[in-house]
């Protein structure tokens, strides 16, 4: 009987159609590159990012000494740097609330500007009712001002539905979609006083970053 040993034809054959196959097995079996690393989502950037902007929107107040609207224009720096300017009846003309590390300063019309430590005080005792406009810094972007006991309710979303905060009764009543921020749309604030309830709504109809 012939032999198949590596010396006969048919051994060299069976030899190299062996090493043949292992080749192409080993082609078949090169290292695949990594895959790339899941990125993770984009984050949406929190509303404590936003610290400068311009607020274009009207406000209402109610009070014992004054009932009016106004068209407001809010131009906030970097706090406490900011300037409102109220236009319309409620403003009698034109008044500018401005705020810097010195201080607040008032100017109504063509009257000299009235300065104090604080807005609240400043706008009772100019306008007749306060303008908390330190936390408001914080209720416009739907938060709670730092440092103040707050009692608040959310939403769904976990937006801001109702705060009260340094004497003051607020409800957030919508909030859209602004750039990359979810922001409120309308808030309506209550406090009351020795001399009668003071009553005051914002409609924020556009943010400019």
């Known amino acids: 009987m012939t032999g198949l040993g590596p010396k006969s034809p048919q051994g060299a054959k069976l030899l190299l159609g062996c ?32 610290q400068r902007w311009t607020i274009k929107g009207k406000i209402g107040v109610r009070s014992p000494k004054d009932n009016g609207s106004a068209n407001l224009t809010w131009e906030q720096k970097n706090s406490p740097r900011y300037r409102i300017h109220l236009s319309g009846p409620l403003g009698a003309g034109a008044t500018v609330i401005s705020g810097s590390p010195a201080g607040v300063s008032l100017q109504r019309g063509d009257d000299p500007p009235v300065h104090a430590p604080s ?91």
């Open 119 to 209: 807005p609240a005080q400043l706008t009772m005792q100019t306008l007749g009712w306060p303008l908390p406009i330190d936390e408001m810094y914080y209720w416009v972007r739907g938060l709670a001002a730092p440092g103040g006991g707050a009692s608040e309710q959310r939403n769904a979303g976990g937006q801001l539905q109702s705060l009260q905060q340094s004497g003051w009764q607020l409800n957030f009543s919508g909030y859209e979609n602004r750039g990359p921020y979810t922001l409120p749309t309308k808030i309506k604030a209550t406090t009351s006083q020795a001399a009668g309830p003071v009553n005051v709504t914002l409609v924020i109809k556009e943010w400019v970053f």
């Open 19 to 50: 090493f043949a196959l292992l080749l192409v097995a080993c082609s078949s079996q090169k290292t695949q590159p990594p895959a790339p690393a899941e990125q993770p989502p984009e984050t949406q950037p929190s509303v404590e990012q936003l």
